[in-house]
């Protein structure tokens, strides 16, 4: 974890985060989407996300490794003190303590304003294959998540379908 800085996101950034989140979305069923988003359309996610929710990004000798915020869980009252994660740290920098260090931040945070339930949704094959590892699943275990939901052949890419696992952490 040395020489990382966590900050809040900034527009600027929105170029390095979608280079970041390419390689999930053309390489991966780790994103469900299809096709990259464009910086104006990541600009558009980073405005309306932290208008309500922490985005962060973390930084290794001046250069963004990774990223995580929070967002709605529901529009609905009731569910105002739950939020889903999300987190992606760049592809070479995976297993360097980005994704650890990011949470704890935004764990944090969400403390602060009263979030006590996070969710995350993390696609799953039983079989590991060339478009998904299980280590996402793992990676939110050793967070302290836990399974609470394994809903199966829900997202199709890559001609291929896989499943979408809910994990929940109180905080």
């Given at each position: 974890m040395e020489n990382l800085k966590i900050r809040d996101?900034?527009?600027?950034?929105?170029?390095?985060?979608v280079e970041i989140y390419s390689y999930y979305v053309l390489n991966t069923a780790v994103s469900f989407e299809y096709a990259v988003p464009t910086v104006e359309e990541f600009e558009?996610?980073?405005?309306?996300?932290?208008?309500?929710?922490?985005?962060l990004v973390c930084e290794r000798e001046g250069k963004i490794v990774?990223?995580?915020?929070?967002?709605?869980?529901?529009?609905?009252?009731?569910?105002?003190?739950t939020i889903d994660t999300s987190i992606y740290v760049d592809k070479d920098c995976r297993r360097l303590g980005v994704g650890s260090l990011l949470y704890k931040e935004l764990?944090?945070?969400?403390?602060?304003?009263?979030?006590?339930?996070?969710?995350?949704?993390?696609?799953?094959?039983?079989?590991?294959?060339e478009y998904l590892t299980h280590d996402?699943?793992?990676?939110?275990l050793r967070q302290g998540y836990i399974e609470v939901a394994h809903m199966k052949?829900?997202?199709k890419k890559f001609d291929r379908w896989y499943d979408l696992k809910w994990f929940q952490k109180k905080i």
């Open positions: 996101v900034k527009l600027q950034d929105a170029t390095r985060l558009n996610r980073i405005r309306n996300i932290t208008q309500k929710y922490p985005y990774g990223y995580v915020y929070a967002s709605s869980y529901s529009s609905r009252e009731a569910y105002s003190w764990e944090n945070r969400l403390k602060k304003m009263g979030i006590v339930n996070l969710l995350a949704g993390v696609a799953f094959c039983e079989k590991e294959d996402s699943q793992n990676f939110h052949g829900i997202g």
